[in-house]
């Protein structure tokens, strides 16, 4: 293979999708050199069918707002690669959707559903509708009718939607209920992330923060650290923020910052058991400020606008909102003011000159697929609950959680060790997750 040949291809044929060139670049770079020891893999074309999604579906929404308007947005299902199992990735309403950010959103969630053990092929899907400011019942009649084109495309052994950025248990309730409705059957296994009294796991809400939790401490024990005691930040507010702030105040970390698109909000003497619980106010709320949090708590808080939670020295810092959040003055920041570690819990939320200068200079870093892979994994756990008709308790799932954890940290050691004993954990996420799937591809033909 050649790297820069198939890239110079996409690029020409797929002008624009920066986000979808980035992330194949990414794992093109780092899977190279394994790549060529497997000529098999050069003769059934693997990286050549592998950049390209199955399918993507593309469709109108039309619902009618508050006012009595009509309004209309685009849907979307990018179906990525199902070698390994079914689709499986989240859906993401937000303003700035665009295939691009889809495609490379599927294409990570391949890698990442591979590491997590379970059978999970990839695939992401969402809309260009934006949440902020909406009503409950605008949400509700967004989430239906945005279903009412998906629902032919998707089932529990065919394609299994999540939430996403702009979508959590409410919005999985609403497509949820117009899913079944529409199919007239009650089919549990269609979504994951649904209410516990109506076929979700417990612990699937918190699973993305407490699985990048434990993943951070496997990381840290590594090199001799322990995340007791670190000061560290998150970015956003939402609900993988929540559940990182939930574990890491567990573990005895202080978490002294969160941000969202208004500012960063600082709390210096760490976050508390009541800011946590009202971060979920906040997100109800659908008014997408974190300034409400220093509203609520003038006294112990300090917001400022503009700003990125990256201005706040910390020991450890924890990306948890969006792609390309960080970037390499932000990094530098970082550092400078005494950071030691980053761990990336939103999707590729760091570029690329970021990364690369985090790992030249002495800075721990692991990517999105490995550290925030406890979400979807516990969303396989929840298909395998649904299955089999039955219920986990809390201890069961958290444990399972650990153990899938556990096994990502370990392929990362394995395939991205270096020869002075450091890990690389983009090298080693990104190829232990491509062998699966090319083995995967390889054992079945050319389709
Ligand atoms: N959206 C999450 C992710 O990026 C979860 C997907 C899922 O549970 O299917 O992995």
């Known amino acids: 293979m050649k790297t820069n040949e198939i890239l110079a291809r996409l690029q020409a044929k797929y002008p624009g999708e920066n986000e979808y060139l980035q992330a194949v670049q990414e794992v093109l770079e780092s899977i190279e050199e394994v790549y060529n020891q497997h000529p098999e893999f050069e003769k059934a074309k693997i990286v050549e069918r592998m950049v390209e999604p199955d399918r993507i579906f593309t469709f109108r929404v039309a619902w009618v707002d508050d006012k009595g308007e009509v309004q209309t947005n685009l849907g979307y299902r990018v179906q990525f690669n199902s070698a390994i199992g079914p689709y499986k990735g989240g859906i993401r309403f937000h303003k700035a959707v665009t295939p691009s950010m889809l495609k490379f959103l599927g294409f990570e969630q391949t890698f990442k559903n591979a590491l997590t053990t379970l059978p999970m092929g990839g695939g992401k899907g969402g809309s260009d509708f934006d949440p902020t400011g909406k009503s409950n019942g605008e949400i509700m009649r967004f989430c239906q009718a945005y279903m009412l084109e998906l629902w032919r495309c998707i089932g529990p052994d065919q394609d299994v939607p999540a939430g996403d950025v702009g979508v959590g248990a409410r919005e999985i309730g609403y497509m949820n209920g117009m899913y079944c409705k529409l199919a007239r059957q009650y089919n549990t296994g269609v979504l994951t992330g649904k209410g516990l009294t109506w076929g979700g796991s417990i612990l699937r809400p918190e ?16 090199v001799g650290e322990k995340l007791a005691g670190k000061r560290i930040s998150l970015s956003g507010f939402g609900n993988v923020a929540w559940g990182a702030a939930t574990k890491a105040k567990q573990l005895g970390a202080k978490v002294v910052a969160i ?85 990336e819990i939103s999707n590729m939320g760091c570029q690329p000159d970021a990364i690369h200068w985090m790992q030249n200079n002495g800075m721990l870093f692991a990517p999105g697929k490995a550290v925030n892979a406890g979400g979807v994994a516990t969303s396989g756990l929840e298909m395998t609950q649904n299955a089999s008709h039955i219920s986990w308790t809390a201890e069961e799932v958290d444990e399972k959680l650990h153990t899938i ?10 395939y991205g060790t270096l020869e002075d004993g450091s890990v690389d954990y983009v090298k080693g996420a990104n190829i232990a997750g491509f062998m699966k ?11």
């Not at 003038?298 to 706040?312: E, L």
């Not at 954890?405 to 394995?414: D, N, P, W």
């Open 207 to 222: 699973a993305t923060g407490f699985g990048a939790m434990y993943f951070a401490s496997l990381a840290l024990a590594k």
């Open 259 to 343: 941000s969202g698109p208004d500012g960063v909000c600082e709390i210096p003497e760490g976050i508390t058991d009541e800011m946590i619980d009202y971060m979920l106010v906040m997100r109800a709320s659908n008014r997408n400020k974190v300034e409400d949090m220093n509203t609520k708590f003038p006294d112990k808080t300090k917001f400022t606008a503009g700003k990125k939670s990256w201005i706040v020295p910390v020991d450890i810092a924890f990306t948890s909102a969006f792609q390309n959040e960080l970037n390499l003055a932000d990094a530098q920041e970082l550092k400078k003011n005494g950071c030691r570690a980053l761990f």
């Open 405 to 414: 954890m556990t096994a990502i940290h370990e392929q990362c050691v394995k």
């Open 437 to 447: 799937v090319a083995q995967a591809m390889l054992e079945q033909g050319i389709i």
